[in-house]
């Protein structure tokens, strides 16, 4: 097998999406590791979800999805759970064009979500801290 067509491990962490996304973010993004339920019209989907911000998530999957599609996403954060509606903004595919998973925002952040997802933060951000180099 030729070393151009394996694709990468699973395990893998996900590559950043292209520089245009990363230029809209205006939310702390942080790993997360959660499985997650996808819906989109009649079809129902399995993921997990690699990283979270109040603006959207990374969904590991193997489902197609293209960009602008909509979908309903199951996620567990901090022992609860919610259903929120979301977009398909990226998506991320293998050296042979094979999904591995897709950028999705938030189309509607409900309240309780968004006071869940900034608590994960909050619980999850480094420390900072003041170094005397004297």
């Not at 097998?1 to 973010?25: G, N, Q, T, Y």
């Not at 339920?37 to 979800?49: E, H, I, K, Q, Y």
Request: aromatic share 6%.
């Amino acid at each position: 097998m030729l070393a151009s067509s394996i694709p990468p491990p699973r395990h893998a962490r996900p590559a950043p999406p292209p520089k245009s996304v990363l230029d809209r973010r205006s939310a702390p993004r942080l790993p997360l590791s959660a499985a997650v339920d996808l819906t989109s019209r009649d079809n129902f989907f399995a993921g997990r979800a690699l990283d979270i911000s109040l603006g959207g998530i990374f969904i590991e999957t193997t489902a197609a999805l293209e960009v602008g599609t909509k979908i309903g996403v199951r996620i567990q954060i901090l022992d609860r759970v919610f259903a929120v509606a979301t977009e398909v903004t990226w998506v991320l595919a293998d050296r042979i064009g094979r999904p591995t998973g897709v950028g999705v925002r938030f189309l509607h952040l409900p309240a309780p979500l968004a006071e869940t997802i900034t608590a994960f933060i909050h619980q999850r951000m480094p420390i900072g801290f003041d170094v005397d180099e004297s």
